[in-house]
């Protein structure tokens, strides 16, 4: 496949990064998206490992994509978010089989965004969008890195707008990201991207 057929293939799908502040990040970015979005939604949120979330129930509640934590061997639809279980990674194949790990943890963290990230790499290329929004450490900066040298495109919520910058800074300090935006521009330009893309 040439480098031009690479490049016209549309985005197929969107994976996305938070921890402290998250919830509130992550209403916002899915609240901006319709519910007719041609692209699934994994998301690594760092959670609690000892008790059970509500989270998917309250982001379902708050968006008009159906949200659902993942299961290993789920095939992930569009218009759909895929959220990481407490204390599973999260990760996808080239035909958006998920699976869920509970192998070691990175950088003291499972779920790990860079994992995610590494994967969706791996899987997708230049079709995927990462998406790196509030939250403290640097999980996501290794792996912005592996999408955008594969050719995929990077998102990161300015930090001067994040609830805690750690995650958004560590990930714009790496040069891999395409776009810095406030958090409530974001959905918009995922959407155009993934459109735009889809027409082309």
Known sequence: MTAEELQAD????????????????????????DAALPV???????????????LAEILDRRTPLSVKLAETGETARPGTVYLAPPD????????GVLSLSSSELVH?????ADLLFESVAGAYGPQAIACVLTGTGTDGA????????????????????AE???????????????????????????????????RS
């Open 10 to 33: 549309p985005y197929a799908i969107v994976a996305v990064a938070s921890s402290a502040g998250g919830i509130n990040g992550l209403v916002k970015l899915l609240g901006g998206f």
């Open 88 to 95: 599973r990674h999260l990760l996808v194949d080239s035909g």
């Open 108 to 112: 003291f963290l499972r779920p790990s």
């Open 142 to 161: 290794m792996g912005v890195d592996a999408v955008r040298s594969r050719g995929g495109t990077v998102i990161a919520q300015d930090p001067e707008t």
């Open 164 to 198: 805690f910058r750690g995650m958004p800074a560590a990930a714009v300090g790496t040069g891999s990201v395409d776009y810095v935006l406030p958090l409530d521009e974001i959905a918009a330009v995922i959407s155009g991207l993934v459109e735009t893309k889809r």
């Open 40 to 54: 699934p939604v994994l998301v690594v949120q760092h959670l609690d490992p000892r008790h059970r979330t509500v």
